[in-house]
């Protein structure tokens, strides 16, 4: 994979008419051309804001100020036999994360509760390894059904990893609602990043859940060393799939992976990335995933303008800043959380700062990646 950070030296008017050209596109829910699509990503600091404002017509048009808060609970850490570069739980990783067998149907359903008080609107379960064996789909059926029965309005992602025939359909029978299988970066490059599993294998089985009724939800990871082109590939790829919710995610190097130490990623290039997905993606979910707090810093808030939902609090193996900093953050924003304290479109209002958290982790070598040591699997309460 090449990096391509480079402008291309387009003037101010161009980048006008670039814009109004994707406004149009995104209100009427067409995408723009690749060309287009990479133009957006070779953009100047200076034409920054108006990026983020175009793409912010885009995102109101379908969502208003509506947020959706995703609460993420791993099931099952680490030990995974998936040699992907970038994970922390993958084969040969020496990353201090926190390894665990499956939890108790008690336990998930008592962590997906943490993340529905907190404001969740979808509970995403989440476990590491190739794929489900049918015991494992029996095992998370009982999960989503204890989950669906304590919150019928909350909806339930499943993301369990590559999907056998007739395994998706049984995650619907028992109540999910959608599944995750991120395709993560282009067909061109996946060998790259991965060698146990083929790009074709994570279409297959977004295919397979959107075939069972469930709601396709897969995206991609940037700052893994991809050029401009393979963002907007992976962008259309996305798109042609049908996902309806895309995660965009922003490589958190974790120490003890073949990635550890790449920085590549600035905070505006990430808000280009962003728009450049919600122009390609205009209808779609975006979601703001892992590596926003590290990459986008203090900018995390121009990022909202863009995207439609957020994860609130902690991911898989590394931890987010405090729940109760996202929720104050969508407050000073003037964003509406769906489906907070119960009801749908509520205003959240800013917390005492004193509820304010900070990480609990283990800090990796580099700044700004803090190992997750709280919520499952652990004894300490979860960042909900």
């Known amino acids: 994979m090449n990096p391509s950070s480079d402008h291309d030296g387009t003037g101010p008017a ?41 793409a912010g ?28 570069t970038y994970c922390s739980q993958r084969l040969g990783s020496t990353a201090q994360v926190l390894k665990y067998s499956w939890l108790s149907t008690e336990d998930a359903v008592a962590a997906a509760r943490a993340g529905v008080d907190g404001g969740a609107r979808r509970v995403c379960l989440v476990a590491s390894g190739r794929g489900p064996s049918d015991r494992d789909v029996v095992r998370v059926s009982a999960m989503v059904d204890g989950i669906k029965r304590e919150h019928p309005d909350v909806e339930v992602c499943a993301c369990l990893g590559l999907l056998r025939d007739g395994q998706a359909e049984r995650l619907a029978a028992a109540g999910a609602d959608a ?23 994570r279409v297959q089985t977004v295919a397979r859940a959107k075939g069972a009724g469930l709601s396709p939800c897969s995206g991609l990871i940037a700052g893994m ?29 974790f120490d003890g992976t073949p990635l550890a130490g790449t920085w590549d990623l600035t905070p505006q290039q990430c808000l280009r990335i962003l728009a450049m997905v919600r122009f390609v993606c205009p209808t779609a979910e975006l979601r703001l995933a892992a590596g926003r707090e590290v990459h ?66 283990v800090p990796s070598s580099e700044p700004g990646v803090t190992v997750r040591r709280r919520g499952p699997g652990t004894a300490v309460a979860p960042n909900a």
Do not use: W
């Open 179 to 201: 599944y995750n299988h991120n395709l993560n970066t282009s067909e061109a490059t996946y060998a790259d990043i991965c060698t146990t599993h083929e790009y074709a294998d």
């Open 225 to 253: 060393g991809e050029s401009d082109q393979d963002l907007v590939d992976v962008a259309f790829a996305l798109r042609d799939l049908g996902a309806d919710s895309v995660p965009v995610n922003f490589l958190v190097p």
């Open 14 to 54: 161009d980048v006008r008419d670039l814009l109004d050209t994707l406004v149009a596109r995104g209100l009427a829910g067409t995408a723009p051309t690749r060309a287009e699509a990479v133009a957006v990503l070779r953009t100047g600091d200076d034409d920054l804001l108006d990026v983020v404002a175009a």
């Open 296 to 361: 986008l810093r203090s900018l995390q808030p121009l990022a909202l303008e863009m995207v439609s939902s957020i994860f609130l609090g902690d991911y898989l193996t590394s931890e987010g800043q405090a729940a109760r900093a996202d929720l104050d953050m969508l407050a000073d924003g003037g964003f509406e959380v769906e489906g907070a304290r119960g009801a749908a479109g509520a205003r959240v209002t800013p917390g005492d700062r004193s509820e304010v958290r900070a990480p609990s982790g």
């Open 57 to 84: 017509r885009v995102r109101r048009h379908r969502f208003g100020r509506r947020v959706r808060l995703n609460y993420l609970v791993n099931l099952k850490s680490g030990l995974c036999p998936e040699d992907c």
